[in-house]
């Protein structure tokens, strides 16, 4: 059997390979497409039901969908030649299916029939909220379009298809292709021991034991050279090429021209811009908005507006303090953008009396994984357990998660930068939680992340470092398996994040992210590398003292990208006189405090936005954030009431509320479940130091 098309159980990851992926994708389109065929053919209203309609077309597109969220996962985390050419042969037939169910009018007639049909009154919560989501889905589809433009729609999703999956293998080619090597330690003043070990075991793996040290521009390998070299020169380097890959400019830096993303940017969005108008739409802004909380960009950007002006003062001060620390501490009368990163931590290091490199010696991985897990187990009354399963790469772990002895969800954990995977942190899910006829089918997820290996040490393997960052980037990506992995809902189409609004479903990530701030949390998930002790009070209060160390300039800087975004999608011409870098530019004139160079091309890596699925949403961190910060709110008032601040009891009401419902109903409904009321801003200017 085709490993890609075996369903029983989890994906056979130590099976699965190129050739597989063509003849799976072909059979199972096959099988959808005579299912869709069966169900589009005429009936009477009254005799379409759940179970002769919905169910059989769930139980086919899941397939589907598993066996081809395989292969896109794979692509992620372990690109090769022969995958990227399965992948990229597959996805037009994979998008064209998938536009075309979007499009059926049959079925659309058939949902529609089940909306006015007798038994809808009857359907739980979250039947009816997809079938409500299906109505809306076809709208959204182009099922009410003319055949013609039907024909111009689909020719558009296929495009958009393959210019995002252009745009992320440019960005994963750039990033793969640059190697820096430096000749001698001499030129790596500053820098920590372990960055200097991993460029060293780089560069000795490169160059078949050469002496050098490499530097790539995989974020564990670049980013400690803005952070810590003292070397002017050498930041610099790091950062122009970092700023301008995938771009007109890589090329200046040994990339590739054909990397190059701005054409692929113009052209998504004139095809989204198309797109919009189809649908009868002034933007696409407009359009993607539909299926998300906010109600028009009008409103997005208003709430962006907002705190961009709240965040201002505290910006401008941020940014004026290290400015005259640059010029009286570090001899920098001008502070270049290549500058920032090092300056900040010398004026961190300086006012709060510790460094990032010094905190990170007391988070070892095995240490912080069991702080993770300890946390999530008080709160929500779990058991995490060692498990086993075939896996991608061997440094990848399996887990899996029980409640009174019972499995209700399981995870995959790749943590680590490699070549071939692409960058930054990510939840997706391999397997949702439903009921099928052999009782339930529990949910599965993926949890990526880009954190340095593990260095080898004389021969031996030492556990990872992770610095503080990371361990926040963790609980972030651990509350979206959450979200997944601990519903209660039985229907697909609404279990775990699906359906979830994409405005709200930063939601439980977001609130993870708090304890790592807690100290009884600290005491459990810190071990220093060499003595093993735990985190130091002192430290620790430091580091809480530091916590909103430029959280000014940090949240305009969320705000900017966030605006950027809606603007590209609300009121920008990409056909127009106006170019994209100049609607960047005018942005950044108007709300920003700290402007990087012109050659900077942010854009051209902004993989949210033109390869992630957040067009015209990356909005969404900050909107969620509202919703987190007022979320964990409530743990915070137990704590000051006497319960502990890892209550149960508050877990169990955020797990009932927010985390088992999923999408079964509207993200503000389970919000106001939860805390009694609607959403208030306090808590997130509060926690950002923002507070009046």
Not at 562 to 589: C, E, K, W, Y
Not at 601 to 610: D, E
Request: charged content about 25%; some cysteine; hydrophobic content about 40%.
């Amino acid at each position: 059997m085709n490993p890609l098309l075996d369903f029983s159980d989890l994906p056979r990851f130590d099976l699965i390979k190129p050739e597989h992926v063509t003849p799976a994708i072909d059979s199972v389109l096959a099988q959808n497409r005579a299912l869709v065929a069966r169900l589009e053919a005429p009936a009477d209203p009254q005799s379409i039901s759940w179970d002769n309609f919905v169910a059989p077309l769930e139980d086919a597109t899941e397939q589907l969908s598993r066996a081809w969220g395989v292969v896109s996962h794979l692509n992620g985390v372990a690109d090769t030649p022969e995958l990227r050419a399965a992948y990229n042969e597959n996805q037009p037939k994979v998008t064209e299916f998938w536009t075309a169910l979007g499009q059926n009018l049959a079925l659309f007639d058939k949902y529609k029939a089940l909306k006015d049909g007798p038994e809808y009154a009857g359907y739980s919560a979250a039947r009816k909220r997809i079938i409500d989501n299906a109505l809306r889905d076809f709208r959204l589809g182009g099922a009410e379009l003319p055949d013609d433009k039907k024909q111009r729609f689909a020719e558009i999703q296929e495009q958009q298809a393959a210019l995002s999956t252009k745009f992320s293998e440019n960005v994963l080619d750039a990033t793969n292709d640059y190697a820096l090597i430096v000749a001698t330690e001499a030129e790596l003043s500053g820098l920590p021991d372990d960055a200097i070990a991993a460029a060293r075991a780089a560069a000795e793996a490169a160059q078949d034991g050469k002496p050098g040290y490499k530097f790539t521009l995989h974020f564990p390998s670049y980013f400690p050279v803005l952070q810590y070299a003292d070397s002017r020169g050498l930041r610099e380097t790091i950062y122009r090429t970092n700023a301008t890959k995938a771009s007109e400019l890589g090329t200046v830096f040994s990339q590739c021209a054909a990397w190059d993303n701005t054409r692929n940017i113009t052209e998504l969005l004139k095809l989204r811009a198309e797109e919009a108008r189809l649908l009868g739409y002034a933007n696409y802004a407009q359009v993607s908005l539909v299926p998300k909380m906010a109600d028009s960009p009008d409103q997005v950007i208003g709430f962006l507006e907002d705190l961009a002006r709240r965040a201002r003062p505290f910006a401008e001060q941020d940014l004026a303090e290290l400015r005259q620390f640059g010029q009286d501490q570090l001899g920098l009368d001008t502070l270049e953008a290549w500058d920032l990163t090092y300056a900040s931590e010398k004026l961190r290091q300086q006012r709060y009396a510790f460094s990032e490199q010094e905190v990170k010696q007391y988070f070892p991985e095995p240490k912080v994984i069991d702080g993770l897990f300890r946390v999530v187990q008080s709160l929500f009354a779990v058991q995490i357990k060692a498990d086993t399963a075939p896996v991608w790469q061997p440094d990848v772990k399996f887990y899996r998660i029980e409640r009174d002895g019972r499995l209700i969800g399981q995870f995959y954990l790749d943590l680590y930068a490699r070549t071939g995977k692409r960058g930054g942190a990510w939840m997706d899910d391999a397997r949702n939680r439903r009921i099928t006829g052999h009782g339930v089918q529990t949910p599965v997820a993926y949890l990526t992340c880009n954190f340095t290996e593990p260095a080898v040490v004389d021969g031996v393997k030492k556990p990872a470092l992770f610095t503080h960052d990371e361990v926040i980037t963790l609980f972030h990506e651990f509350g979206h398996g959450l979200h997944q992995m601990l519903t209660e809902v039985d229907e697909l189409g609404v279990s775990g994040i699906t359906g979830v609004e994409w405005d709200a479903v930063e939601l439980p990530s977001q609130f993870m992210e708090n304890f790592c701030w807690e100290w009884d949390v600290q005491q459990h998930m810190t071990a220093h590398a060499d003595t093993g002790a735990a985190l130091p009070r002192a430290l620790y209060d430091k580091m809480v003292a530091a916590k909103n160390f430029q959280s000014g300039l940090q949240m305009l800087r969320q705000v900017e990208m966030s605006l950027i975004d809606m603007h590209l999608h609300d009121d920008f011409d990409p056909n127009g006189a106006i170019t994209v870098q100049q609607l960047v530019d005018d942005i950044r004139r108007r709300f920003a405090v700290l402007t990087p160079p012109p050659f900077n091309r942010f854009l051209h890596s902004f993989g949210h936005i033109f390869a992630g699925g957040y067009a015209a949403g990356y909005y969404s961190y900050k909107w969620a954030e509202v919703l987190s910060a007022d979320a964990y709110g409530a743990f915070e008032e137990a704590a000051a009431s006497g319960l502990p601040l890892q209550s149960e009891q508050t877990g169990k009401k955020f797990l009932a509320e927010i985390l088992a419902v999923g999408g079964s109903r509207p993200a503000i409904d389970s919000f106001q479940a939860f805390r009694g009321r609607a959403p208030s801003i306090d808590a997130l200017l509060r926690h950002n130091g923002m507070a009046a």
